[in-house]
């Protein structure tokens, strides 16, 4: 009975949907062994460091990634980079196939003057810093100013100017990192403007995530309902039903009693920056009313650009804008590529399922015969890794710590924090 080895890199959703999917292919004749590679010492991607603390119910798509984990045939090699600690030809010589899953991590950027002045900095460092990842928990975020905006008109926008805009004590419950409850707590920034370069109709944000916008209890939720009238107007009657949804949801907020609450959220639609001002720190953002000439300018300390994300490079794979070049999935020979790091960042935790199943088909479609030279054990002689048990552990003692303080976890915050709760 041919077993195949095969190594998925990046233990995200993406790389977890490929997993199960093989898994779900497996029959008598047709076995796989996988081994998932994750540079950090914990998994689940940006289910753990992407998506919002105060949206807890998301995450519980974890359950799902550690039944994948403990359904056999399954080790989990975490601390381990693909680029550094391993290559892609050695994995590429030792398994049978290997998966791409590494997301894309890296901001985009305006590329407008004044972006890189302190005080500009992007969803990619401020999301993963109050998410607690490692690599971010020294980003310098400016907090001691009235007015931030955040530009971008996702979910990830949305996410960002409702961290910045809540009640902090209200984060009190969820897994947010604690240097950023304490810095959010002690912050200055009484107004949160969201700043979309099109119009409402045009919006990336999702219905339901704009419907829960004024049920914020300590928050001011403003749109102007001439804005959503017209956005209504310019929309015309075959419209999507997707944007149709989405514009109901901005009528209902624009249309909301008005409350008179400290902090306030603001959006605005149809600008585009063209220059952020300051003198050695973020003073005021120049925006242009789009389809025009007209000018005018937001005084704030703090910008965040939530405008879209590109996967960082790896040596020995190819790419082009932002994504490993790829044909529905297939890289080369016994290359694959699944989730963000394949189609940029789009779609929900759920879009990478079905991608990572259709892909899981095609590698097994391209399968030969299965080969014996070795696995990434024989690369790790000098390296401890967090194995799939470590793991657990770190996540057993993560959530005790947040037991009695009613958080459904306290994240631990630094590498070796981490890997001592794994016991290494
Ligand atoms: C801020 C934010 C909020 C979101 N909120 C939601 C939400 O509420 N609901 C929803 O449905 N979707 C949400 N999403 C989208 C969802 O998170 C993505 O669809 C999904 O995480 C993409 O999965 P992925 O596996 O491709 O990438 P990722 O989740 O990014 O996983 C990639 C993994 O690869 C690892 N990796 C990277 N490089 C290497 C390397 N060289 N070697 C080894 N490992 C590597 C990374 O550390 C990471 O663990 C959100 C996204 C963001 C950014």
Same mark, same amino acid.
């Given at each position: 009975?041919?077993?195949?080895?095969?190594?998925?890199?990046?233990?995200?959703?993406?790389?977890?949907?490929?997993?199960?999917?093989?898994?779900?292919?497996?029959?008598?004749?047709?076995?796989?062994?996988?081994?998932?590679?994750?540079?950090?010492?914990?998994?689940?991607?940006?289910?753990?460091?992407?998506?919002?603390?105060?949206?807890?119910?998301?995450?519980?798509?974890?359950?799902?990634?550690?039944?994948?984990?403990?359904?056999?045939?399954?080790?989990?090699?975490?601390?381990?980079?693909?680029?550094?600690?391993?290559?892609?030809?050695?994995?590429?010589?030792?398994?049978?196939?290997?998966?791409?899953?590494?997301?894309?991590?890296?901001?985009?950027?305006?590329?407008?003057?004044?972006?890189?002045?302190?005080?500009?900095?992007?969803?990619?460092?401020?999301?993963?810093?109050?998410?607690?990842?490692?690599?971010?928990?020294?980003?310098?975020?400016?907090?001691?100013?009235?007015?931030?905006?955040?530009?971008?008109?996702?979910?990830?926008?949305?996410?960002?100017?409702?961290?910045?805009?809540?009640?902090?004590?209200?984060?009190?419950?969820?897994?947010?990192?604690?240097?950023?409850?304490?810095?959010?707590?002690?912050?200055?920034?009484?107004?949160?403007?969201?700043?979309?370069?099109?119009?409402?109709?045009?919006?990336?944000?999702?219905?339901?995530?704009?419907?829960?916008?004024?049920?914020?209890?300590?928050?001011?939720?403003?749109?102007?309902?001439?804005?959503?009238?017209?956005?209504?107007?310019?929309?015309?009657?075959?419209?999507?039903? #997707?944007?149709?949804?989405?514009?109901?949801?901005?009528?209902?907020?624009?249309?909301?009693?008005?409350?008179?609450? #400290?902090?306030?959220?603001?959006?605005?639609?149809?600008?585009?920056?063209?220059?952020?001002?300051?003198?050695?720190?973020?003073?005021?953002?120049?925006?242009?009313?789009?389809?025009? #000439?007209?000018?005018?300018?937001?005084?704030?300390?703090?910008?965040?650009?939530?405008?879209?994300?590109?996967?960082?490079?790896?040596?020995?794979?190819?790419?082009?804008?932002?994504?490993?070049?790829?044909?529905?999935?297939?890289?080369?020979?016994?290359?694959?590529?699944?989730?963000?790091?394949?189609?940029?960042?789009?779609?929900?935790?759920?879009?990478?399922?079905?991608?990572?199943?259709?892909?899981?088909?095609?590698?097994?479609?391209?399968?030969?015969?299965?080969?014996?030279?070795? #696995?990434?054990?024989?690369?790790?002689?000098?390296?401890?890794?967090?194995?799939?048990?470590?793991?657990?552990?770190?996540?057993?003692?993560?959530?005790?710590?947040?037991?009695?303080?009613?958080?459904?976890?306290?994240?631990?915050?630094?590498?070796?924090?981490?890997?001592?709760?794994?016991?290494?």
């Amino acid at each position: 009975m041919p077993s195949y080895k095969v190594a998925i890199v990046g233990a995200g959703p993406a790389g977890y949907f490929a997993a199960q999917a093989l898994q779900n292919l497996q029959t008598e004749e047709l076995q796989f062994s996988i081994d998932m590679i994750e540079r950090l010492p914990t998994p689940w991607g940006l289910v753990r460091s992407g998506v919002a603390p105060d949206h807890p119910k998301i995450k519980t798509v974890s359950k799902v990634f550690e039944k994948v984990a403990n359904a056999g045939n399954f080790r989990l090699f975490g601390d381990v980079e693909l680029g550094t600690d391993i290559s892609i030809e050695q994995l590429k010589e030792m398994y049978d196939a290997v998966v791409i899953a590494t997301g894309s991590a890296i901001g985009k950027k305006l590329g407008i003057p004044g972006e890189d002045l302190p005080g500009s900095i992007s969803c990619a460092e401020f999301v993963p810093w109050y998410n607690a990842h490692p690599d971010f928990h020294e980003t310098d975020v400016l907090l001691d100013c009235q007015t931030a905006l955040v530009i971008g008109a996702g979910n990830v926008a949305m996410d960002v100017a409702r961290m910045l805009a809540l009640e902090p004590s209200e984060l009190d419950a969820t897994d947010t990192a604690d240097h950023a409850i304490a810095a959010l707590k002690a912050s200055a920034i009484r107004e949160v403007v969201l700043s979309a370069r099109r119009g409402p109709e045009h919006a990336a944000f999702t219905s339901p995530e704009l419907r829960e916008l004024p049920k914020l209890e300590h928050t001011n939720v403003f749109m102007a309902k001439s804005d959503i009238e017209a956005a209504v107007v310019r929309a015309g009657s075959e419209i999507e039903k #997707d944007t149709r949804s989405n514009l109901d949801a901005m009528l209902l907020i624009s249309e909301k009693e008005a409350t008179n609450h #400290d902090r306030t959220m603001k959006f605005q639609f149809l600008a585009t920056p063209v220059e952020i001002k300051g003198n050695n720190r973020v003073e005021e953002v120049v925006f242009q009313r789009t389809g025009s #000439d007209e000018r005018f300018s937001i005084k704030c300390g703090l910008v965040i650009t939530a405008i879209g994300y590109e996967a960082a490079s790896i040596p020995g794979i190819p790419y082009e804008r932002g994504k490993v070049v790829n044909n529905e999935g297939r890289v080369d020979e016994n290359l694959y590529v699944v989730g963000w790091a394949k189609r940029g960042p789009s779609g929900v935790i759920g879009t990478n399922k079905s991608d990572s199943t259709e892909v899981m088909k095609l590698l097994v479609e391209g399968l030969k015969t299965a080969k014996s030279n070795g #696995d990434i054990t024989d690369l790790l002689t000098d390296k401890s890794h967090v194995s799939q048990e470590k793991w657990e552990a770190i996540n057993a003692s993560e959530i005790a710590a947040g037991e009695p303080l009613g958080k459904p976890r306290k994240k631990a915050v630094t590498r070796e924090e981490l890997l001592s709760l794994g016991g290494i």
